[in-house]
């Protein structure tokens, strides 16, 4: 089935995907606190899991159409920003006298204003863009070669995504040349990952096709990234 507009109806499968999306989504937010060694490379340790939010992401676009996917995209912004304000107001709220851990909570969950802007714009930059080129080639590749399809726009979300946060949030912090390393190293990992889920991407991909009988091709969208209506 060819269609050229996302269904009008969201299937349980569709909600299922979305869900998944926030979640990674929020996880990684919260587990990004913790750098880890990586070979000798050092990492946040939401690696483990963000990058399973563009594979969702690409996913979502492939199957439900741009349309559908942004809709996601501004969702996860939306729960992530809840998730920040209430762990913001548990921060400031006085603790109970017994308990000890307002240091731990601090230091774990406690935004830096910096960071947290830089990840908001970093995320729906880079997941915008990555769904935006993946309904472009999809058309323009009349639906063939889907790995090209994912892998080359995780490559170009995940560069702006990897370059807006490091340059916003360690910008005058870090030295120059260290700035750009992490860049690259990020963009690498996050991209080697999708490359890596390829076949659970066409097994995903193809299962939904098949139960949601749907397999959307954006050729009439306009491409508004600041509208969920369309």
């Known amino acids: 089935m060819t269609q050229t507009t996302a269904p009008a109806r969201h299937s349980n499968w ?6 998944l999306f926030v979640t990674c989504l929020i996880v990684s937010n919260i587990i990004a606190v913790k750098l880890i060694d990586v070979a000798g490379y050092i990492l946040p ?11 969702l992401g ?8 741009y349309a559908r996917a942004r809709q996601v995209i501004w969702l996860g912004f939306l729960c992530n920003f809840v998730a920040v304000v209430a762990i913001a107001i548990g921060g400031v709220l006085p603790a109970a006298g017994f308990w000890g851990g307002q240091e731990a909570y601090d230091t774990i969950l406690g935004y830096v204003p910096r960071i947290l802007g830089a990840s908001f714009v970093a995320y729906l930059v880079g997941e915008l863009v990555n769904a935006y080129v993946l309904a472009r080639l999809k058309v323009a590749m009349e639906g063939r070669h889907l790995w090209v399809r994912t892998i080359g726009s995780t490559l170009v979300g995940q560069l702006l995504d990897s370059a807006i946060f490091v340059t916003v949030a360690f910008a005058g912090v870090m030295p120059a040349e260290v700035l750009v390393g992490a860049v690259i190293t990020q963009w690498l990992v996050k991209s080697a990952y999708e490359a890596l889920a390829t ?27 600041f509208t969920i209506s369309e």
């Open 14 to 19: 569709f909600l299922l995907v979305a869900a």
């Open 45 to 55: 340790a939401a690696i483990i899991i963000f990058p399973v939010s563009y594979i």
């Open 58 to 65: 690409d996913v979502l676009t492939e199957v439900y159409g």
């Open 199 to 225: 076949p659970l991407t066409y097994a995903a991909v193809g299962f939904l096709k098949r139960v949601d009988d749907v397999d959307v091709y954006d050729r009439d969208l306009h491409f508004r990234p």
